[in-house]
């Protein structure tokens, strides 16, 4: 019986021996093995960087710019609001004029145009500095989200502020300093509240687009 297993045992071996060659046809098994221990890493093309080097630049550059300008829009109107109403007090010496401390209205105005120009002085050195450094200031998604939300709240305190002064124009005196640079105070405070919804605008539209789009 032994001598009978003997013979079974080598066709199975040859048996697989052969299929194991029909699997690679003229090549050699250690031939095959040595090429795929010696096949070299494929070497990363340079231009495989490029999806990443431009994911700061996916946003078309005259949208920075347009938004830099509605910025500095928002930082001129937002100045001069709140420099006519200091100026008036201070032309005078001899003859003052009312003051705008003397209205509780007129100085909430004030403090609003100067929370606007602080806020918008802020968003210009961002801008810029995104600009010049590629956005390693504040990402790209806290960034919107911090625009948004306090671009809501400094456009509902800029209406607000806007409307509380017009009441206020009829109660200063006319012919006053004090009348006329309340008059363009409002006036700038009602164009600062335009340009400055236009950007609460296009911040809502940003990050809508960068969450759900």
Same mark, same amino acid.
């Given at each position: ?46 231009? !495989?960087?490029?999806v990443a080097s431009t ?8 949208? &920075? ?15 001069? !609001?709140?420099?006519?109403? =200091? ?24 403090i609003v145009a100067i ?18 450094? &590629? ?11 911090? !625009? ?46 335009? =340009? ?18």
């Amino acid at each position: 019986m032994e001598q009978v297993d003997e013979p079974v045992k080598d066709e199975r071996e040859q048996h697989v021996l052969a299929i194991g060659f029909r699997i690679m046809p003229g090549v050699s098994p250690v031939a095959s093995i040595s090429q795929s221990q010696h096949q070299p890493f494929p070497t990363p093309s340079p231009f !495989s960087f490029s999806v990443a080097s431009t994911r700061w630049s996916s946003r078309p550059l005259i949208h &920075r710019h347009s938004n830099l300008f509605l910025r500095f829009s928002v930082l001129l109107f937002s100045f001069i !609001s709140a420099l006519t109403l =200091v100026t008036p007090s201070t032309n005078n010496k001899h003859h003052p004029s009312p003051s705008f401390t003397d209205y509780s209205e007129l100085i909430y105005c004030f403090i609003v145009a100067i929370i606007a120009l602080v806020y918008t002085a802020f968003q210009l050195f961002k801008g810029i500095s995104d600009i010049a450094h &590629r956005g390693i200031l504040i990402s790209d998604l806290t960034s919107d989200y911090l !625009s948004f939300v306090l671009d809501q709240l400094l456009v509902y305190l800029l209406v607000s502020s806007a409307s509380v002064a017009v009441p206020t124009i009829g109660q200063v005196e006319r012919g006053t300093a004090l009348r006329k640079g309340t008059i363009v105070s409002t006036s700038m405070a009602f164009a600062t509240f335009l =340009v400055m919804a236009i950007c609460a605008i296009l911040s809502g539209y940003k990050l809508c687009k960068r969450i759900g789009w």
